[in-house]
C-alpha cells in the first residue's frame, strides 16, 4: 500500500511540474492590415508613395565578437531586418517598394553629400540599423523538474530621407524581445539547444513597434510627382495606374521656392512653392513602376516647357 502512495504522489508531483512551464511562448507581432476602402475616401483617392528601402546596418557588439567570426550572423540578421520591414510596408497597400537594397548601402556621411548622385528614383529612402541584440539563457532546476528559459532582445533605428534634399526628416527606433521556455520532468519533456530563429523574432518585434509610426509619417506628407513633357495641348506627369492615378484626377502643379542660406545655421533651406497651374487626367499609359506615365490637360494657369527642373505636381487640395 505504502508503495502505490508512493507512486500516486510521485505522479501528482510530475503533473504540477508539468504546469509549472510553458513549451512556447508566443511572440506579439502587429500585423497591418489594409484597410477597407469604404472606410475613408483616403483609402478610395489613394496614391501611392514610392518607397526604397536601404540594406540594414548591423552596428551590435554581437556582430562584431569573436564568438561570430567566420559566420555571416551579422548579414543573416541584416537581411533578416530587410525582409521584415519590407513585408511589413508591402502588407500596408500604400506604397511602390523598389527593391534595391544590395545598391542603398549609404553611410551617415553619404547620406546628405551623396544622395542626389545616386539618382534615386523614390520619393523616401529608409535607412535602418540594428543597433542591439542580446541573447539570454536561464535555467531552473526542482526536485524531479527542470526549466529552461531562452531569451532575444533586439533594438532598430530607422530613418526617413527626403531624396529630393538628402535631409532625414524622420527617426524612431524600437524594441522587442522574443522567448522559448521548455522543460522536463524526471528526463521526460521538451529538450533543445538555442533556437536561432528567436534572433528574428525579436527583430520582427522591434520594427512591429514602429512600423506604424513609419507608416503614419510616410503617408502624412502631400503626394507627389514631376512634368516630364509640357506643349500646348498635352502635358505628360511620371506615375501611373500603379500608383493609384486614374482619369479624370485632378492635381495641382507648383513651382519650387528659391533656396536661401539661414544666417544662424549656415543650411540651405527652401522657401514654400508657388501654385501656377492645375491639370486633369485624360489617360493613363502603362509601364512598370518606374516608366508609367499620364497623359494630363492643363484646364488653369500655364506650365513653362523650359522650367520643367523646377516645378513638381502634388494633390489637389480641394480632394
Not at 13 to 19: E, Q, R, T, V, Y
Not at 93 to 114: H, K, P, V, Y
Not at 247 to 271: H, W
Request: with cysteine; proline share 3%.
Amino acid at each position: 500500500m505504502k508503495i502505490i502512495n508512493v507512486c500516486v504522489m510521485l505522479a501528482g508531483l510530475g503533473l504540477f511540474a508539468c504546469a509549472g512551464f510553458q513549451s512556447e511562448a508566443p511572440t506579439r507581432y502587429l500585423n497591418i492590415e489594409p484597410l477597407p476602402q469604404q472606410t475613408q475616401k483616403e483609402e478610395v483617392y489613394k496614391l501611392k508613395r514610392r518607397i526604397a528601402v536601404g540594406r540594414f546596418s548591423n552596428e551590435t557588439r554581437a556582430a562584431n565578437s569573436f564568438l561570430y567570426a567566420g559566420t555571416d550572423m551579422a548579414d543573416r540578421m541584416s537581411s533578416a531586418a530587410y525582409d521584415i520591414l519590407s513585408t511589413k510596408l508591402a502588407m500596408t497597400q500604400r506604397f511602390i517598394l523598389l527593391e534595391r537594397q544590395d545598391t542603398l548601402m549609404i553611410t551617415s556621411e553619404q547620406r546628405i553629400a551623396g544622395i542626389e548622385k545616386m539618382k534615386i528614383p523614390a520619393d523616401y529612402l529608409i535607412l535602418g540599423s540594428i543597433s542591439e541584440f542580446g541573447t539570454n539563457l536561464k535555467g531552473a532546476t526542482g526536485l524531479i523538474d527542470r526549466t529552461k528559459k531562452q531569451t532575444a532582445y533586439a533594438k532598430v533605428t530607422l530613418r526617413i530621407v527626403d531624396t529630393r534634399t538628402g535631409i532625414i526628416v524622420f527617426g524612431e527606433e524600437g524594441s522587442g524581445e522574443a522567448y522559448l521556455e521548455t522543460g522536463s520532468v524526471m528526463g521526460m519533456g521538451t529538450q533543445a539547444g538555442f533556437d536561432a530563429s528567436l534572433a528574428d523574432k525579436a527583430i520582427d518585434a522591434a520594427i512591429s513597434n514602429v512600423i506604424q509610426n513609419l507608416v503614419n509619417k510616410l503617408t502624412s506628407s502631400p503626394w507627389h510627382s514631376y512634368v516630364l513633357q509640357a506643349n500646348e495641348s498635352q502635358v505628360y506627369i511620371a506615375g501611373g495606374e500603379k500608383q493609384g492615378i486614374k482619369a479624370s484626377d485632378v492635381f495641382v502643379v507648383y513651382k519650387r521656392g528659391d533656396v536661401v542660406d539661414n544666417p544662424q545655421t549656415g543650411y540651405p533651406i527652401e522657401l514654400p512653392p508657388t501654385r501656377i497651374a492645375k491639370l486633369i487626367v485624360i489617360e493613363t499609359i502603362d509601364g512598370t513602376e518606374l516608366t508609367e506615365l499620364s497623359l494630363c490637360k492643363v484646364i488653369e494657369g500655364k506650365i513653362d516647357p523650359q522650367d520643367l527642373k523646377n516645378i513638381f505636381v502634388s494633390e489637389n487640395p480641394g480632394d
